[in-house]
């Protein structure tokens, strides 16, 4: 039996703190569902959790049940209004990509597979509180035309049209910052060029297709 929508959302948590992508319970994950999302709780050890503990959020904002939906439940919803083919949503403070935020860097074009993100770099948003409308706007506007952005002084954010595939994401963004940052350690990366950027997204965009129909 396949696990539910709510189990799926706590294994993604614990597989997020394993492959390194958060610590304790900061980060926060969501999947789309009828009218809305099921997001995890606030402050509540991913270790702790229970399918029943996943909050139902709708597009309004408004909730029910006796836990309250993670503090960064609008940067979710806001991704869901705006973004149609976004299944699920990965929230977290991965050390290298909160590194570059704190620095306020966008990851430039070091390396092709930045376009994995869905551009020719992933910016970094300006900073707000945490929670706040403020920050789902900043974010937005980071988001345009990608899947994942950092968050300044903050972590970073992304999405994919799968709960797997926003954790895989997750994953190469954080991989991406890192090499990033030890590149920049030995010198100033060689960015690719617009040209070869549109090369890359335009071979990305047909890459892992079975049919050519």
Known sequence: MDPTPGQQIIDACLAMNREG???????????????????????????RMHPEDMVQVNLEGRFA???????????HRDIYR???DAGAVVHA??????????????????????????GA???????????????????????????????????????HDDLDKALRLAVEVETLARQYWHACRIGEPVLLTDAEM?????????YGRHSTR
């Open 82 to 84: 705006t973004r149609p």
């Open 121 to 159: 770099d992933i910016r970094c948003s300006g900073y707000a509180l945490f929670g706040t409308q403020a920050l789902s706007d900043t974010m937005l506007s980071a988001l345009e035309g990608r899947r994942a952005c950092l968050l300044g002084t903050h972590g970073m954010i992304c999405y």
């Open 21 to 47: 992508i958060n610590q304790g319970s900061a980060g926060n994950i969501s999947m789309r569902s009828a009218g809305g999302f099921l997001i995890t709780p606030s402050a509540l050890a991913y270790e």
């Open 198 to 206: 549109a090369e890359v997204i335009a071979q990305f965009d047909g």
């Open 93 to 118: 403070h991965p050390t290298f990509c909160t590194a570059l935020a704190c620095l306020r860097k966008d990851i430039p074009p070091f390396h092709y597979m930045v376009a994995v993100a869905g």
């Open 65 to 75: 049940g006796e836990r309250k939906p993670s503090s960064e439940w609008r940067m």
